[in-house]
């Protein structure tokens, strides 16, 4: 596709029900990352892959919330048993390569309510 | 680790006048910055970045920053705004070595361009 997609573009959920966020990165992109985007707060890093590495977890806050990446491709995040603190915008990116000459693009995000 | 600041949660501004969006940071290590911008109902998208050599750096649609060491800010600026510049822009940075390019974002500040 043209660009980073994020599936579903809204999601509400009841407290305490496990939820599936899903990212179609740009055809290509060996590295993508998952941002959250919290009201009054700004976008935090939650986890990061590439390639076939084992991805960075470091941003994720809680046990309940997990992501993988199958194929090099498509990632999902999920998370178990919601929260309401876990209401915010999911933001995935792509970027050709890693580090920091990697340009990364940003999906259109996932905005969770936990009710 | 790193953090971001953007004291200006938002800023009005006549069209064609200039305008400065401040960022200041703190780290511990040698940084590299971003400016990104948010068109309401998009995704990101990088405006600018600072990675070394030349302390003024350009970026699309006629903005530039300037990165100061010693003040530990990268403010971001534009001669004359034009309406279609509304947006909300957020400051970024990460840090030198390892593995991908995880982005600590500032809060964002909302620019809105004012006929």
Known sequence: ??????????KVTEKGKDVELRCDPISGHTALYWYRQSLGQGLEFLIYFQGNSAPDKSGLPSDRFSAERTGGSVSTLTI????QEDSAVYLCASSLEAGVLGEQFFGPGTRLTVL | AQ???????????????????RCNYS???????FWYVQYPNQGLQLLLKYLSGSTLVKGINGFEAEFNKSQTSF?????????SDTAEYFCAVST?????????????TQLKVEL
Not at chain 2, 75 to 83: A, Y
Not at chain 2, 96 to 108: I, S, V
Request: hydrophobic share 30%; net charge positive.
């Open chain 1, 1 to 10: 596709g043209a660009g980073v997609s994020q599936s579903p573009s809204n």
């Open chain 1, 80 to 83: 178990q048993r919601t929260q």
């Open chain 2, 75 to 83: 403010h971001l600026r534009k001669p004359s705004v034009h309406i």
């Open chain 2, 3 to 21: 953090s971001v600041t953007q004291l200006d949660s938002q800023v009005p501004v006549f069209e064609e006048a200039p305008v400065e969006l």
């Open chain 2, 27 to 33: 780290s511990s290590v040698s940084v590299y910055l």
């Open chain 2, 96 to 108: 030198r070595g390892g593995g991908g390019n995880k982005l600590t974002f500032g809060t964002g």
